[in-house]
């Protein structure tokens, strides 16, 4: 457990200058690495953010094109108090930096054969929505809706910001998970509990938020209902991108310093420690601590010698099994869609074979089920008058399925938005387009550096969770740790934002009394 960091002791010489504060630097500025960074400014290191866009958020980027204003990756926010939580460590007020709204739906979900299911907040008009596809699952739901809260207070208010740095601490929890059935997927504990076959999908559904396969990620994903019910899905007011730059602000606002267009080429390691980061420009900044926000896999591949990896080779983090891929279509159109909730899931004719499709054959399937983010319908400053912003998703496979991206997007993304419109839910939309962007895995793998393209890194089952995934304080090197998708706890918001709050296991706030 970390006590404090005195400057005058430390190990590795460094922490020179600024009263010998020791330095601090974090790669990349994604939601994890945002946290990360506010929480060791806070604690009296000197910290530098390493940026290798041009923009700060990472994944979180923001495109913006004929008054259009696009956010690139995260747009459902769950547990808001995470981030009223990282403002209090920086002694700040949230609200200050930026305005979060609650989604009312928080999702409506489109079945093929034309049914919708609100997903909401309140119990009752919940009920209701069970109420119109099956009555009699009324009652099976409550039972679940018990299990997920189970699941949430041990697998999240207990473990979340659990460190998991030994194979000990995970035989500690074994005998609650196993009383979990955490080795049940899903699919299959959500049918334990309902009949419909559309609600099994409506209440199983979540983990691919977080690129796993409702039929195989672990029944602990259950609580995401849990988490989603009690605390609601929210929005910040002028989109995602509003949310990184309130905490960039905050981290500058307590001395925290941003470098963009920084790519980092190298973490120099000596005698089994991270002592400095070396940037493509040749650059080099010292470090008492180096926190990756990066690709875990492609952190270890290509930022870190392989003489200084004996876990963490390059075979074994090709052997780990990686989540899905996204691909995805930002566009605006010159007419409003006001009949559409901010969130929207567009299920497909097929649920088991599309997925077995996109995790197992890696294929690209000629249906698919689509998430739309609408978030003009919340926040209409997010695009000119009169118009409406949106992207649509399609979960795909990761690079491994061999497709050329370049050859097949053009075609796919149009098949995509003509479904749409057979499906009246965006009439003529192709006629009122002002602006297209398409994202491809290839895109995953250039722009943010995903290591097979993948939009969530590890896929999310259990034996790749907890102490099986990459630890936040690396096997191999001294010095470095992780937060994001890639270690524990995992993918989405409330992941990666808690993945920085493990690090208080280990990295001591300074002691300023020397």
Request: hydrophobic share 40%.
């Amino acid at each position: 457990m970390a006590t404090s960091f005195d400057p005058d002791t430390t190990p590795t010489g460094l922490g020179d200058g600024e009263g010998a504060r020791p330095k601090a630097v974090v790669i990349g500025s994604g939601f994890g690495g945002l946290a990360a960074a506010i929480r060791l400014q806070a604690k009296g290191y000197a910290t530098t953010i390493l940026e290798m866009r041009d923009k700060p958020g990472g994944r979180a980027y923001v495109f913006e094109d004929e008054g259009f204003v696009f956010d690139a990756g995260p747009t459902i926010i769950t547990v808001p108090f995470i981030f009223d939580e990282l403002a209090e460590v920086a002694g700040k007020r949230l609200s200050d930096y930026v305005s979060i709204v609650p989604c009312d739906p928080y999702y409506r979900i489109y079945f093929h054969d034309g049914m919708t299911f609100d997903y909401v907040g309140d119990p009752e008009r919940f009920e209701a929505e069970i109420r119109k596809f099956n009555p009699a699952d009324v009652e099976g739901y409550r039972r679940f809706a018990d299990y997920t809260r189970r699941v949430f207070d041990r697998a999240f208010t207990d473990l979340a910001h659990h460190s998991f740095h030994s194979v000990w601490e995970m035989a500690k929890v074994a005998p609650d998970l196993i009383k979990l059935r955490a080795e049940v997927p899903v699919y299959r504990r959500v049918s334990q509990f309902i009949q419909d076959p559309r609600l099994r999908i409506a209440l199983s559904f979540e983990p691919l938020l977080i690129g796993g396969n409702p039929l195989r990620s672990s029944s602990i994903y259950a609580m995401i209902h849990y988490l989603e019910k009690t605390w609601g899905v929210h929005f910040a007011m002028g989109g995602t991108g509003a949310l990184v730059n309130g905490l960039v602000r905050m981290f500058r606002d307590i001395g925290g310093t941003v470098e963009l267009n920084a790519r980092v080429e190298e973490i120099e390691v000596e005698n089994g420690h991270a002592r400095r980061v070396r940037l493509a420009d040749g650059r080099r900044f010292e470090a008492d601590v180096v926190v990756s926000n990066g690709d875990v896999a492609n952190t270890y591949r290509k930022l870190i010698r392989p003489e200084h990896r004996r876990k963490w080779t390059d075979r074994r983090l090709e052997r780990m099994r990686y989540a899905m891929s996204l691909f995805v279509i930002y566009f605006g159109t010159d007419r409003t869609y006001e009949h559409l909730p901010h969130h929207s899931i567009l299920l497909g004719p097929r649920y088991e074979g599309l997925l077995r499709d996109i995790f197992d054959r890696k294929i690209v399937a000629d249906d698919f089920s689509l998430y739309l983010h609408a978030p003009t319908r919340t926040d209409p400053s997010l695009a000119p008058p009169g118009c409406e912003g949106f992207y649509v998703l399609s979960p795909v496979p990761h690079l491994g399925g061999g497709q050329d991206w370049d050859a097949i997007k053009d075609e796919y993304a149009d098949r995509i938005l003509g479904s749409m419109e057979q499906d009246h839910l965006l009439p003529d939309v192709r006629k009122h387009l002002v602006t297209r962007r398409i994202f491809t895995p290839k895109d995953f793998e250039t722009q943010l550096d995903a290591f097979m393209g993948t939009a969530f890194q590890f896929e999310p089952v259990l034996t790749q969770s907890a102490w099986f995934r990459p630890h936040n304080k690396s096997e191999d090197v001294e010095g470095l740790y992780f937060v994001g998708a890639g270690t524990h706890p995992g993918a989405g918001l409330p992941g990666v934002v808690s993945s920085a709050k493990v690090l208080d296991h280990w990295i001591p706030p300074v002691n300023r009394s020397v």
